[in-house]
């Protein structure tokens, strides 16, 4: 296709560039950076509300089950899982993708109000929060300084302030809290207040008006100024006597550290955490802090989760500004070519922009192997002349058209879009954009720099050595080796692998737990993995980080560390896993069903010892809270009566499990505290068969004949999914024969009402893609006859980089994808047979020797980058070569 249409209307190209310029100008503020595209944000809704003092099974029953059945009428959500336990239950609903979040709460909310009389009184309105799966765009700071100072309101404020912060939390390294504790015993005696009473007590005791009974008056009330203060509120036993709380109960000021604080190297800090919206406002976040904090030394830079990201893109923009330069220098001052230089910088500039633009508006994320793309494009397409601006186009139509069926059937990731995108734009735009450049200036003739004059003749002749078409010892042997490294390598293109990017620097390891397993579990055992990493000094640096119902570990290696080291950790229930896809960590879910809680438990426990015994079995961890013995009180009606109680008043207490709770605020050092209520539980069943009994005359009867007791099994939590009472178990092991295990599984439930109904693993494991699909697609770029030689040396030339790569470095699909493109778009454009390839050039070589020799940590994906490609390339010109020479015998 020529470039005709381009002179014809040259305004009318000028009016269409300029637009979209303005355009993106105006509109694009924010580039999408990510390194995988299909990785997105699960979101989760999560729903709890309270029902204080109820048992688990009234909850299940007037809670649980009205909220299934009237969320079977809301669309939008792909699973729902409830947890009943005492006095409260939680939903987690996770939402489809692109979902709207507000819309979605919205109706939900609005559909309880209109059937808030399903429920039943007294239970506490619902609270709705959002669980996002991907909130790793974190920034941390911690303070350095060793004096004890205020909280950085100012920082804080201007960090606040900037675009792209989503989230801002201070983290004080401890804080004082005021705790009164009650002993459980002196409330056995039938004398003491209850445990119901101090707690409201408590709560309304700095009401704006109080009663003295001493003084017979009423007052306003002050909150205490000093904590021993809290003894002297007045408590009401028996109804008749006032009791200063000191009698039952102690005073004091304890540290707190912080549960789910953000820990470095398993110590809490005095720090701040900052969540940014995406990956690209976290750079200017990145930048914004490491220009003002110089100017504030009492804070300290820890760590960006992107930090791999940030510090390459910063890398290549670098050393794009060098190549800049060097054509400035080399091409303007020795060859005095200043406006074809200026020209092609603006070209490129302008291109990058609409690109970008582009990229924006169709959603497409932009990754490091695109960057790398881009940098070799500019070394590239200066010496490029575009004599037609497609060629092969019936070619480029085939393999366009394969490509986008893989995408639809998945056989390549959507993650390469961005590749074929800039693959694409360099082919067709940068040369109109050149063209018209052209016309505008009035310029006519030359439109590119000769590659001649920065080649390396040594290696280029290397490389490019003719040999004398007489079959010699040495061709032949070149040849065999060729062929025989195809063959040890073509079974590589076959084997599955991920196309989520390995990261040197900063790696990310989440700890994933079941929505039913309690808050502080998850906590017990974050700590307990935390301390075995620590332990074994695996990690230069370790940062660990709370969310709903998981713990996310950014971790710094130490040298000689690999992803083995990891395997046996105390993880228990939750589910320990890298981000990136490694071998040695699966663990399996087996999900048991029966409408009867108790029955399914006692089904369940049942067949655990013999999944234990099974081959290959490593691990059997139960995944819900087992049922705990507790006591049944029955009370006979008539002594009931006899007493003058409506109620049998032997059970002093059991909403126990309110305590630890806060019941005020005060000022305390300067700042504002919490006070809480706590309960020293020193008591056993026995206790509770003795309680005294108080009847209507004010006199203590311990007489255990007045009512009957019995025990029974108290579950702690029912566990729902999609609204059929669950029960799991996490099997962990390798390569266990899951199909023979479910037949045993079955042949022992028999004809139990106890099923399993669902195996599934428990990590939500990213697509796997082969690479002989991404060769498919590059086939019809060679389907011409005198392209057969071509051809047979890309695919010996691809089929062995994929062996390097992964002999080498790390298998990286991204990084594998955007080489095969450079190398078509360079070979597509090399109208000359004999064009000196622009890898064998001096700004090439130069930048693969700069990549090399710089600070380690950075630019290591730059150097694999470059290396690779200029392996790929004189892979397939040697055997390009040696073929020729075959093909003239």
């Not at 939900?108 to 039943?120: C, D, H, S």
């Not at 018209?436 to 490019?464: A, M, Y």
């Not at 002093?652 to 706590?678: A, F, W």
């Amino acid at each position: 296709m020529s470039f005709f249409f381009v002179t014809r209307f040259p305004y009318q190209w000028l009016m269409f560039f300029g637009t979209i310029i303005l355009i993106s100008l105006m509109t694009c503020r924010e580039i999408i950076l990510s390194e995988n595209r299909e990785i997105f944000d699960q979101h989760t809704l999560v729903i709890t509300q309270n029902w204080p003092g109820k048992t688990t099974d009234q909850v299940e029953e007037s809670l649980t089950k009205p909220w299934e059945m009237m969320l079977k009428s809301v669309s939008g959500y792909l699973e729902i899982k409830s947890v009943s336990e005492f006095g409260s239950i939680s939903m987690h609903l996770k939402l489809n993708e692109g979902i709207q979040k507000e819309e979605f709460l919205r109706t939900i909310r609005n559909l309880y109000i209109l059937n808030q009389n399903v429920f039943p009184k007294g239970v506490l309105f619902p609270r709705f929060t959002f669980d996002s799966g991907n909130d790793s765009n974190l920034i941390l700071l911690r303070r350095i300084s060793k004096t004890k100072m205020p909280p950085p309101s100012e920082l804080l404020r201007k960090i606040q302030n900037l675009t792209g912060v989503k989230k801002i939390t201070y983290q004080p390294e401890s804080e004082a809290e005021i705790q009164i504790n009650v002993d459980h015993n002196h409330l056995l005696d039938g004398v003491r207040p209850s445990m119901t009473y101090i707690y409201d007590r408590l709560r309304h005791h700095v009401d704006s008006v109080s009663f003295e009974p001493g003084q017979n008056q009423y007052f306003l009330k002050e909150y205490p100024v000093d904590p021993t203060e809290w003894e002297k509120v007045l408590i009401l036993a028996q109804g008749k006597t006032f009791l200063p709380l000191g009698k039952i109960a102690t005073t004091s000021i304890t540290k707190v550290y912080g549960k789910n604080h953000t820990r470095i190297n398993g110590s809490s800090f005095e720090s701040i955490v900052i969540i940014a919206n995406n990956p690209f406002h976290l750079i200017q976040l990145s930048l914004f802090l490491d220009s003002y904090l110089p100017e504030d030394p009492d804070w300290q830079f820890v760590f960006s989760s992107h930090e791999e990201l940030i510090e390459n893109i910063k890398f290549i923009f670098y050393f794009y500004l060098v190549i800049e330069v060097f054509y400035f220098l080399y091409f303007g001052f020795l060859k005095r070519e200043w406006i074809l230089t200026i020209k092609h910088t603006l070209i490129f500039i302008l291109f990058l922009m609409i690109l970008f633009f582009s990229l924006s508006s169709l959603g497409i994320s932009i990754g490091i192997s695109s960057f790398v793309f881009l940098l070799l494009l500019k070394v590239q397409l200066p010496f490029i002349h575009f004599r037609r601006m497609i060629l092969h186009k019936k070619q480029l139509y085939a393999g366009s058209l394969i490509l986008f069926v893989s995408f639809y059937f998945q056989l390549v990731p959507t993650s390469i879009l961005n590749l074929v995108l800039i693959f694409l734009f360099a082919l067709v735009l940068y040369p109109i954009l050149l063209h018209s450049f052209f016309i505008f200036w009035q310029r006519e003739g030359k439109q590119s720099f000769s590659l001649k004059d920065l080649q390396i003749q040594k290696l280029n002749e290397l490389v490019s050595k003719k040999e004398h078409p007489r079959l010699h010892t040495i061709p032949f042997l070149s040849f065999s080796f060729f062929v025989l490294s195809f063959l040890y390598s073509l079974p590589l293109l076959f084997k599955p692998v991920s196309s989520f990017p390995h990261m040197d620097n900063i790696q990310l390891a989440k700890l994933e737990f079941p929505s039913y397993v309690a808050e502080s579990e998850r906590i017990r055992i974050t700590k307990q993995v935390e301390q075995s990493i620590l332990q074994k000094q695996l990690t230069n640096l370790l940062v660990v980080t709370h969310k709903n119902t998981r713990s996310d570990f950014y971790m710094k290696w130490k040298e000689g560390i690999f992803p083995f080291h990891f395997k046996n950790l105390p993880s228990e229930m939750g589910y320990f896993h890298f981000i990136e896809e490694m071998d040695g960590f699966e663990s399996t879910i087996l999900r048991f069903t029966n409408t009867d809680p108790k029955s399914l438990e006692t089904s369940v426990l049942r067949i655990i010892p013999w999944i234990q015994a099974q081959k290959k079995v490593t691990e059997v961890i139960l995944g819900f809270q087992p049922s705990t013995e507790g006591i049944e009180f029955k009370a006979d009606p008539f002594h009931l009566a006899k007493m003058g109680v409506g109620f049998d008043p032997s059970i002093r207490e059991t909403n126990l499990l309110l305590q630890p709770n806060v019941v005020s605020k005060m000022l305390y050092g300067g700042k504002l505290v919490d006070v809480k209520l706590n309960s020293i539980h020193t008591i056993s069943k026995e206790n509770f068969k003795k309680q005294p009994v108080v009847i209507g005359n004010g006199r203590i009867h311990y007489i255990e004949s007045l009512r009957h007791y019995s025990t029974r099994q108290n579950l702690g939590k029912i566990y729902h999914k999609n609204a059929e009472t669950s029960m799991e178990i996490i099997v962990k092991g390798e390569s266990i024969n899951w199909h023979s295990m479910e037949e045993g599984i079955r042949t022992l439930l028999g004809k139990d009402k106890t099923q399993l109904v669902e195996r599934s693993k428990t990590n939500h494991e990213t697509n796997k893609y082969r690479f002989i699909y991404l060769f498919l697609c590059f086939i019809p770029f060679f389907f011409r006859k005198k392209y057969s030689i071509e051809f047979l040396s890309f695919m010996f030339a691809y089929a062995i980089l994929c062996k390097w790569q992964t002999q080498f470095f790390n298998r990286n699909y991204d990084q594998f994808c955007f080489i095969p493109f450079l190398f078509l778009f360079f070979r597509m454009n090399s109208y000359k047979k004999n064009n000196i390839p622009f890898y064998l050039s001096l700004p090439y070589i130069g930048l693969l020797f700069g990549t090399y020799f710089y600070p380690w940590k950075a630019g290591v994906d730059l150097f694999q980058s470059l290396f690779l490609f200029q392996v790929f390339g004189i892979l397939s010109d040697k055997f390009k070569n040696n073929l020729k020479i075959f093909r003239t015998r």
